[in-house]
């Protein structure tokens, strides 16, 4: 407990070494994190990933290996919840799977487009910030920036997962582009609440239960 450590990777060792029901693990830096990031969580179990006060680290995701994503990969089982506070995360998204019960993403950034070039033009515009994979998470972005989010999830036999975008940005980096859809579907099997925020780009959800104090383009 309060041990510090030089690697991100480290710490998450530790972490799935001693199973702690809840955990925080806590970036004291505004470094330059280059490594792999998978989370695996057990049943119930919680886990922020946070940022120090004062400080803003960023998570540069890089191709790694072929039979793992390169993403920011969060697999979770029933009732397990992740956060992610105060980070920056640039070169690959996030992608969160399996059926935990609540997602919070607070002070962060995950890069639309995954980078931004010198003349601002987004690196990869048309793959999603936040991909959601048969999931029931609750999803809670809250004073953060993202691209866009897909969801996959049965349309069929589930409930729309619940997404809540307060004081953020949602932005596809075109007009023309999907802030808000699914790969294959019509629509994303989503609800959005949106406060406080703004939305560039098409919204294809289920439904839209709040829009209040947004704009979308």
């Known amino acids: 407990e309060g041990e510090e450590m ?39 179990q919680e886990l922020v990933l946070r940022a120090a006060n004062r400080t803003r680290p960023v998570l540069r995701l890089l191709d790694w290996q072929t039979s793992f994503p390169d993403s920011l990969s969060v697999v979770g089982a029933a009732g397990s919840r ?53 999931t029931n998470a609750r999803v809670c972005i809250r004073a953060s920036i993202l691209g866009s989010i897909q969801v996959n999830r049965d349309e069929v036999q589930s409930e729309p997962i619940r997404i809540e975008l307060i004081d953020s940005v949602l932005d596809a980096t075109s007009v023309e582009r999907e802030a808000l859809g699914a790969p294959g579907w019509p629509r994303a099997h989503a609800t959005l609440t949106a406060q406080d925020s703004t939305v560039i780009g098409q919204v294809l959800a289920h439904a839209i239960e709040l829009a209040e104090n947004t704009i979308f383009m």
């Open 6 to 44: 030089t690697r991100l990777g480290d710490a998450l060792r530790r972490w799935r070494e001693e199973q702690p029901e809840r955990a925080v693990i806590e970036i004291t830096d505004s470094g330059v994190y280059v490594e792999p990031v998978r989370v695996e969580l057990a049943e119930g």
């Open 82 to 134: 992740f956060a992610l506070d105060g980070l920056l995360v640039a070169g690959r998204g996030m992608q969160v799977e399996g059926p935990l019960a609540g997602l919070r993403l607070h002070h962060s950034t995950l890069v639309p487009g995954w980078m931004i070039g010198p003349d601002c033009t987004p690196q990869r515009p048309a793959e999603p910030s936040l991909e959601l994979i048969d």
